[in-house]
């Protein structure tokens, strides 16, 4: 689906990219972001108590206790003072349950004033469960301190820490709550499905706020070469990246004066387009503007090259007018309407508004339904909303258009074994594999026909032959970054082999400097071996790339997560398991 950036191999799993990682085979911890998710798969059985809301005090009221709030410390004059603190408590916790939260907190504040101060244990019980009583009430300034007496005397107090999480977060202290629910994650080996899910909303809370401002005043960044070759290559019918036409094109053998009148006395759309032949990206949207603000012959091509340079650089907020523009140009080319038909759509997409975007695609339909890309690139859109069954006939229609079209009879066959494996039918997996030997036997240059396969074989666990489709990956395509960071990780799930995992995801670094998905695998990887300022520095530079504002959102969340660690580790010395 044409967006910022093409559909990645990775993205047909219907997983997002973080938790790629997650590929790893060793129960590790991956920041609060990813882990939550990995946990919920696999505790599910583990669940039980840990799941439970804590909502009640601890300890137990006693039956037989049966004197006031007021006669209590009078009553037990001959008592030790922690049985008399004791008897306090479970005076309190009686009210709690019968929910009379006043009378309760009374009882623990005399239980607080009678406990021995060196009783640290059954003091921070006490503070805990006079702010259940308060949380009740909603006094949320009192829950958090007494929470943090509860914290101060037990610095491993999982209760207190996550009932003072919920504080903070009720009262938009986002910050702290992440930090003391990341205590709580670790501290409970992330089996507690609460816990990671409020951690999990703080993340994306905090990530949201920050990609906001941050997008809204970031610098424009182009892409890699590599980038917008596969960008263009996921197009058979975009007019615009066709190469220059006889009559256009200047000629080799006219002189300095015939060129010059020829290209540069032409058009700024004509040069923008020899700029794409040359790769020199940086100067196409400025030729597209002189084409336009001209009134030139080739305003319409003009506008539609700008917006998708715009898209290129993750200028959403330029690139729309000039859609809208093109698609409502009645005299425009059906072609042309159509591609920015499609481009609006996956824009639509990516900015989490799939209704527009199923819209976009549905019109582009309807006015050139013999145009393959739209059916190319709506199918992605179905898999991505998890509609396979529709996505598999988009595919054969676009097949059915264009039989040579490698890239969607791949992408169908992957739309098909994801179906499969998560259906668990076996027969249909089978089938799938074999649909994929079939596509690389028919199209043995079609990379993402070997990398799709190597997803689904590596599902399969069948890793050496996994490992060798990514070979094939390289051999086509030696310039393509995310083919070695997915080869990396293959490394570390099939071998655990760290060393060979890494080197693979630099080499990505090195061959595309701008590859944010290289720079998120590699931060994600450095949280698990407890490298958390590494880690830190890893997602800041894929932020800085990040092409969408809610790409940014989740890498901020990734970072916000692995800030939180160093922080708890800091404060408690808590680090979770590392590789």
Same mark, same amino acid.
């Given at each position: ?128 469960? =006079? %702010?259940? /009583?308060? +949380?009740? $009430?909603?006094?949320?300034? *009192?829950?958090?301190? !007494? ?5 101060? &005397? ?9 009932? =003072? %999480?919920? /504080?903070? +977060?009720? $009262?938009?202290?986002?910050? *702290?709550?992440?930090? !003391? ?5 670790? &501290? ?10 409020? %951690? ?20 424009? &960044? ?358």
């Amino acid at each position: 689906m044409a967006a910022s950036k093409p559909v990645e191999p990775q993205s047909g799993s219907g997983l997002p990219r973080w938790q790629l990682a997650l590929l790893v085979g060793t129960p590790i911890v991956l920041g609060v972001g990813a882990v939550y998710l990995w946990n919920r798969s696999r505790g599910k059985e583990k669940q039980g108590k840990r799941n439970g809301e804590r909502k009640t005090p601890e300890g137990s009221a006693s039956p037989t206790d049966r004197h006031g709030v007021g006669d209590l410390a009078r009553s037990r004059q001959g008592e030790d003072p922690l049985d008399r603190a004791q008897s306090a408590k479970n005076k309190g916790n009686k009210y709690f349950k019968a929910g009379k939260y006043e009378q309760a907190i009374q009882c623990y504040t005399d239980a607080i004033s009678l406990c021995p101060k060196e009783q640290k244990g059954d003091l921070s019980t006490f503070y805990q469960n =006079r %702010a259940a /009583a308060y +949380e009740q $009430l909603l006094k949320w300034t *009192e829950v958090i301190q !007494d929470c943090s007496q509860a914290v101060e &005397l037990n610095p491993c107090y999982v209760k207190a820490l996550f009932r =003072r %999480a919920k /504080a903070l +977060e009720k $009262l938009g202290n986002k910050k *702290e709550c992440l930090e !003391d629910v990341t205590a709580v994650c670790i &501290l409970e080996v992330f089996q507690n499905q609460q816990s990671m899910l409020l %951690a999990d909303k703080v993340l994306k809370q905090l990530g949201k706020e920050k990609a906001k401002e941050k997008y809204k005043n970031r610098e424009p &960044l182009m892409p890699s070469p590599q980038f917008i070759k596969s960008y263009f290559s996921s197009f058979t019918d975009d007019i615009i990246s066709q190469p220059l036409q006889k009559g256009e094109k200047k000629d080799e053998d006219k002189d300095k004066e015939g060129e010059a009148s020829e290209v540069t006395g032409s058009s700024g759309y004509l040069k923008a387009k020899q700029y794409m032949e040359e790769e020199n990206y940086d100067k196409i949207i400025s030729e597209c503007t002189k084409e336009i603000e001209s009134g030139g012959r080739y305003t319409t091509e003009a506008l539609l090259l700008r917006a998708t340079f715009y898209l290129l650089i993750g200028n959403a907020t330029a690139a729309q007018p000039d859609l809208d523009r093109v698609i409502n140009m009645d005299d425009a080319s059906v072609k042309l309407r159509a591609n920015a038909l499609i481009k609006r759509g996956s824009m639509y997409m990516q900015q989490q508004q799939p209704q527009l975007s199923t819209q976009d695609f549905n019109i582009a339909a309807e006015i050139d339904p013999r145009n393959a890309d739209v059916y190319h690139h709506r199918g992605q859109l179905k898999i991505l909303l998890d509609q396979v069954e529709e996505a598999v006939g988009d595919f054969d229609e676009c097949i059915k258009l264009r039989p040579d079209s490698a890239l969607a009879q791949a992408q169908k066959c992957f739309a098909l074994y994801r179906q499969a494996y998560t259906g668990n039918n076996p027969s249909q997996v089978q089938k799938a594999m074999d649909g994929f030997e079939d596509v690389i036997r028919r199209f043995p240059k079609c990379a993402e026909g070997y990398a799709l396969y190597a997803q689904a074989l590596t599902d399969q666990q069948q890793f050496g032959k996994a490992d060798e489709m990514y070979d094939k990956c390289i051999e086509l395509e030696p310039d393509n970054a995310t083919t070695y960071v997915h080869k990396g990780l293959l490394q570390l799930q099939w071998k655990q082999d760290l060393e060979m995992g890494l080197e693979l995801i630099s080499k990505a670094i090195e061959i595309d400097n701008k590859c944010d998905f290289a720079y998120e695998t590699m931060g994600t990887i450095e949280v698990q071996r407890g490298n958390l300022d590494k880690a830190i520095d890893m997602f800041n530079k894929a932020i800085n790339l990040a092409k969408s504002e809610m790409e940014m959102a989740h890498l901020y969340s990734l970072c916000d997560a692995a800030y939180a660690q160093t922080e708890v580790a800091k404060k408690y010395g808590l680090k979770p398991p590392t590789l």
